[in-house]
Nanobody
Framework: EVQLVESGGGLVQAGGALRLSCAASGFTFDDYAIGWFRQAPGKEREGVACISKNDGKTYYTDSVKGRFTVSSDKAKNTVYLQMNSLKPEDTAVYYC??????????????????????WGQGTQVTVSS
């Protein structure tokens, strides 16, 4: 059974930084993509960033480009989301999700969001103004 555990959320002032972690376990396939998503109160869950394990290709939604960086530690099957220059509009619960199809793009993020059964429990990020 695939398990994803997020950590690293918290309260930070605008302009600050946080690093989220997503530790994946319980799977047997060699390649995959892990996407970061977020959901603010009253809003739909949106894709934020993604990284594919073996080729390291990444995807970012426009609102976080230049501020967020996704990276991975293949040996630990852990993906990180470094979030800099945080804004109050970044406040949300952040989730990671794993998909066996190792492609990161706007379209693949929509597929992961709609169909992936592999999600973490979420971690709260709050950015104060």
């Amino acid at each position: 059974e695939v398990q994803l555990v997020e950590s690293g959320g918290g309260l930070v002032q605008a302009g600050g930084a946080l690093r989220l972690s997503c530790a994946a376990s319980g799977f047997t396939f060699d390649d995959y993509a892990i996407g970061w998503f977020r959901q603010a109160p009253g809003k739909e869950r949106e894709g934020v960033a993604c990284i594919s394990k073996n080729d390291g290709k990444t995807y970012y939604t426009d609102s976080v480009k230049g501020r967020f960086t996704v990276s991975s530690d293949k040996a630990k099957n852990t993906v990180y989301l470094q979030m800099n220059s945080l804004k109050p509009e970044d406040t949300a619960v952040y989730y990671c999700a794993l998909d066996q199809y190792p492609v990161c793009s706007a379209d693949s993020m929509n597929v992961i969001r709609a169909l992936s059964p592999n999600w973490g429990q979420g971690t709260q990020v709050t950015v104060s103004s």
